[in-house]
């Protein structure tokens, strides 16, 4: 199982539309697919309809359950380890406790035959799960919008990844920047100029992935009918942008 983590140190930037996509096409194309909700908001885990008192994340953060235990289906192909609004303080309890680095990762490890790809939705801040994300990953990809404070959010989380390679997870891999909401057909000046930017600062690495996506409102539509962008706009923008996405990041992994 390869485990895949969608991240920034800014919130709005299309992780969890970014997650949920990446991994309803996975569950599309035959691929076993785990989603991890690590974000207290729970917005990948509002995506789907889910029985009244489901188990949560919170409960392995308070060593009430295994990973392995909580996990829930909720489409062919795909399963969800849903959040809860608990997970704020929560973190912030065990984030202090010796180790706590490795929780999800040794949490992951019994489920390592049973998916193909495990996706980590993250919250929007340098938080203990955000770092028990890192150290748990074999990649990373960074949503951003091309804007000021998101170029700011993402040095912040590239150093991060950088100190998480240093001291636990020497295998970490910077997957890739792709840019949200974005498409250098669109008129804005200003966002063109960020993204040359961030390009011309990372070109070296290989980190700049050459898809886009673009505006689309078919996808928050999807959300809301909580559906698939394949189920509900198979042919919008959305769709089209986030299966070119899917391929580019199975490629780079």
Known sequence: M???????HKGGVGKTTSTLSVAQ????????????????????????RLPAGY???GLVLEKKAQLEDIVLP??????????TPDLDYLEKM??????YESILRKGLTPLKDRYDYCLV?????L??????????CNAVFIPCQPEYFGYEGLNKLIQACERVKDLYNPNLLIGGIFFTKYSSRYRKKLHHDVVALIGSKYADDNLMMSTTIRENVSLAEA???????????????????????THEIIARV
């Open 55 to 57: 188990p949560d994340l």
């Open 2 to 8: 390869k485990v895949i983590v969608f991240a920034n």
């Open 121 to 125: 939705d993250t919250p929007p801040s």
């Open 94 to 99: 065990v984030g202090q406790q010796l180790g």
């Open 25 to 48: 096409t996975l569950a599309r194309d035959g691929y076993r697919v785990l989603l991890l909700d690590c974000d207290a908001q729970r917005n990948l885990t509002l995506a789907f």
């Open 223 to 245: 959300q809301i009918k909580k559906q698939s962008i394949y189920q509900w706009a198979p042919d919008s923008n959305g769709a089209t942008d986030y299966e070119s996405l």
């Open 127 to 136: 938080s203990a799960l955000t770092y028990m994300a890192l150290v748990a």
């Open 74 to 83: 909720v489409a062919e192909n795909l399963h969800v380890v849903a959040a």
